[in-house]
T-cell receptor, first 112, second 116 residues
Framework: GDSVTQMEGPVTLSEEAFLTINCTYT??????LFWYVQYPGEGLQLLLK?????DKGSNKGFEATYRKETTSFHLEKGSVQVSDSAVYFC???????????FGAGTILRVKS | KAGVTQTPRYLIKTRGQQVTLSCSPI?????VSWYQQTPGQGLQFLFE???????NKGNFPGRFSGRQFSNSRSEMNVSTLELGDSALYLC???????????????FGAGSRLTVL
C-alpha cells in the first residue's frame, strides 16, 4: 500500500543552521505530496505542497521538490530559527481516496 | 475566514463510556475527514464524509463511527472506550474539487481525549 518514510528525529540544530528532513514515499499512482507542521498543543498546518513531478513547493523559507525518480520530497531551509521548532510531517495524497497518508513525523529543535 | 472548528478541545472519560466529538468545516467545504494521532501509531485515517455519505474508511474497529449533517458539520463517536483510545482526534475539511492536488486538507486544532 501507499506509505511515507521520514527520517527519525529529533533533529537538533543551532539557529541559522541549514535544515534537511528526508522523506521518501511509495505509491501506486501519482500522488500529491505535502509537508505539514505541528506546533506544541496545536493541530496540523499546511507548510507546502507539490502536485506533480519536478514541482517545487515553498513557503516561509522552506522548500521541497517532488522527485519522481527517487520518490522523494525532502524538506529544506537555509537558515532555521528558534520559532521553527515543531514536528514536521511528510504526507501523500491520492485523489481517489481524498485521504492523507502520513510519515511518522520528525521533531525539530532549534537552539539559540 | 473561519477555520475548522473542533469541540470540545479536551475531555476526560473512563473506560466503557462513549464520546462524541464535533467538527465544523470551513464554509463551502463539503468533505470532512477524521484522523487519530497517538505517540505510538502516529497519524491514522479514520474516515471521510462527503455530502452526508461515508466515502472512505480506515482500519478501525466498529466502535468508531461518524456522520455528517446537511450543513457539512460532522461528528464522530467512539463507544465502549478503551485506554488505547486516548489520542488527539483531528478533523480536516476540503472543497473536494476535481483535479490533482486540489483537495488540500485544512485541519482543526483537535480534540484531546484521555481515557482513564
Amino acid at each position: 500500500g501507499d506509505s511515507v518514510t521520514q527520517m527519525e528525529g529529533p533533529v537538533t540544530l543551532s539557529e541559522e543552521a541549514f535544515l534537511t528532513i528526508n522523506c521518501t514515499y511509495t505509491a501506486t499512482g501519482y500522488p500529491s505530496l505535502f509537508w505539514y507542521v505541528q506546533y506544541p498543543g496545536e493541530g496540523l498546518q499546511l507548510l507546502l505542497k507539490a502536485t506533480k513531478a519536478d514541482d517545487k513547493g515553498s513557503n516561509k523559507g522552506f522548500e521541497a521538490t517532488y522527485r519522481k525518480e527517487t520518490t522523494s520530497f525532502h524538506l529544506e531551509k537555509g537558515s532555521v530559527q528558534v520559532s521553527d521548532s515543531a514536528v514536521y510531517f511528510c504526507a501523500l495524497h491520492m485523489e481517489y481516496g481524498n485521504k492523507l497518508v502520513f510519515g511518522a513525523g520528525t521533531i525539530l529543535r532549534v537552539k539559540s | 475566514k473561519a477555520g475548522v472548528t473542533q469541540t470540545p478541545r479536551y475531555l476526560i472519560k473512563t473506560r466503557g463510556q462513549q464520546v462524541t466529538l464535533s467538527c465544523s468545516p470551513i464554509s463551502g467545504h463539503r468533505s470532512v475527514s477524521w484522523y487519530q494521532q497517538t505517540p505510538g501509531q502516529g497519524l491514522q485515517f479514520l474516515f471521510e464524509y462527503f455530502s452526508e455519505t461515508q466515502r472512505n474508511k480506515g482500519n478501525f474497529p466498529g466502535r468508531f463511527s461518524g456522520r455528517q449533517f446537511s450543513n457539512s458539520r460532522s461528528e464522530m463517536n467512539v463507544s465502549t472506550l478503551e485506554l488505547g483510545d486516548s489520542a488527539l482526534y483531528l478533523c480536516a475539511s476540503s472543497r473536494d474539487r476535481v483535479g490533482a492536488g486540489a483537495n488540500v486538507l485544512t485541519f482543526g486544532a483537535g480534540s484531546r481525549l484521555t481515557v482513564l
